[in-house]
């Protein structure tokens, strides 16, 4: 779909789902007006009403009657593409069959695998859903042309807080309008005190692990695992991987490196950032390296500047996380113990978590074969923008960069959206395509 463009749209119905918290859905609809497509909508709280409230459907029976209801929308309105938001959640779950089913075509958008300027947009799923090849030797015969550098999204986190919470807030008031309905996380207005608690864990916790970080970065370099954690509600965790909970993957992992790491190794979990105001492992991590007396080599850290600590670990250990894929990127041994796209031989190490520990200082991902999977994923998977920041300077109403070439036609014909000379600039830089 990336690759064919916005135009691949054209004389199409679109039938869109379930989106991003905020306006992009919204957004989207428009670009696809333009491009030549029918857009429908189908909401299922007020959350998805107030982003999207003019010509659009609302779904208010039981969750059960879900997939019925689908189908016969499917038909009936003779849909062409199906676009949703994340196919592991509940409301989504039953998408797959019913479009493979009557042979519609389907894409999911999700946050970049290549973040943090990028989004997903694959066909028929993301991540372990992917259609992408599993094949190294696929990849070792991709070109690996380098690619232009895309333009900068920049912060987003209050762009995704002002939109969570009206999210949360439209959905609270209109409760009662969607009695059934089941979101994928617990969805009332009081889910903005945990947004507090977690801006001052960050606080506090940055000054408390100042010191940790510098020996990472000095005499316990070369020397430390990472172990990046998932949010504990992670669709991607529940459905891609054989782990009950983040608790278990915690467990897991401990105990196998008490077992098989050598003993001047030391192994450092990371708290994933949007979860410190929801869940705190300390304990438990304290509890483990208790019981398997690895106190001293045992580190639980919240906040760690990744690009960094790339540079600094022996090996990367995740379930799925694009984390993973961004070690791989920064030339470190990833092990992943759940089921992801980018889980390849000759990429990604293959063997048992059990020998990681020993092979991890001899094993690098095949450079060849990496940078042919990087750009072949690039190139048909990501688009440059943000789900919930608009790119500054772009022509579509989505803030996205559908593709290089009619972004710079439109541009040409929209001189006045930008600054004297800025085009030129862009282009000198690289980031979009003369």
């Known amino acids: 779909m990336v690759k064919r463009g916005i135009k691949s749209f054209s004389g199409k119905h679109v039938l869109l789902l379930q989106g991003p ?3 992009f859905f919204r957004r989207l609809g428009r670009d696809l007006e333009e491009s030549g497509a029918r857009v429908s909508k189908i909401n299922f709280n007020g959350g998805d009403w107030l982003f999207y409230p003019r010509r659009s459907e609302t779904y208010r029976g039981p969750m059960e009657d879900w997939p019925e209801y689908l189908s016969q929308i499917l038909t009936e309105w003779k849909i062409d593409v199906v676009l949703m938001c994340g196919d592991c959640r509940p409301i989504h779950r039953y998408v797959r069959q019913q479009t493979e089913r009557l042979d519609i075509e389907l894409g999911v958008f999700e946050e970049g695998y290549l973040r943090p300027n990028y989004i997903t947009l694959e066909q028929s799923g993301a991540n372990n859903y992917s259609s992408l090849p599993r094949s190294a030797d696929f990849y070792l015969k991709q070109s690996g042309d380098d690619v232009a550098k895309p333009l900068q999204v920049g912060k987003v986190f209050w762009h995704a807080a002002l939109w969570a919470l009206l999210y949360y807030i439209a959905s609270s008031l209109l409760r009662p309008l969607f009695p059934h309905y089941q979101h994928h996380r617990s969805l009332t207005v009081r889910e903005a005190f945990p947004w507090v608690r977690g801006l001052w864990r960050k606080c506090y916790y940055h000054v408390k692990e100042r010191a940790v970080r510098g020996r990472l970065e000095k005499e316990y370099s070369g020397r430390f695992f990472l172990v990046p954690l998932q949010v504990y509600h992670d669709s991607q965790m529940h459905m891609h991987s054989d782990y009950a909970d983040v608790e278990a993957f915690i467990r897991n992992v401990v105990t196998d490196f008490a077992k098989n790491a050598e003993s ?3 192994l450092v979990i990371k708290h994933h950032p949007m ?8 304990a438990l991590c304290a509890q483990l390296a208790e019981y398997h007396g690895i106190k001293e080599r045992l580190y639980y850290v919240h906040d760690l500047h990744l690009p960094t600590a790339f540079k600094h ?19 470190v041994p990833v092990k992943v113990c759940g089921r992801a796209m980018y889980d390849i031989p000759d990429i990604a190490y293959q063997g048992l978590l059990s020998d990681f520990w020993a092979d991890a200082p001899y094993y690098r991902p095949n450079k060849q074969a990496l940078q042919g999977f990087y750009t072949y994923l690039l ?21 996205v960069i559908w593709d290089a070439p009619a972004y710079v036609s439109i541009l040409e014909g929209r001189t006045e959206r930008m600054r004297a000379g800025e085009f030129q600039q862009l282009v000198a830089k690289g980031q979009v395509a003369a």
């Not at 979860?275 to 300390?282: F, G």
């Not at 250990?317 to 920064?330: D, E, F, H, P």
């Not at 190139?379 to 803030?399: D, M």
């Open 21 to 23: 918290l905020g306006p």
């Open 264 to 266: 001047e190794a030391y």
């Open 275 to 282: 979860d410190r105001a929801y869940r705190d492992y300390t």
């Open 313 to 331: 670990t022996r090996g990367v250990v995740v379930v799925n996380s694009t984390v993973g894929l961004s070690a791989l990127m920064a030339d």
């Open 379 to 399: 190139q048909r998977t990501q688009l440059n923008g943000s789900l919930y920041k608009r790119l500054s300077g772009t022509a579509s109403h989505s803030g």
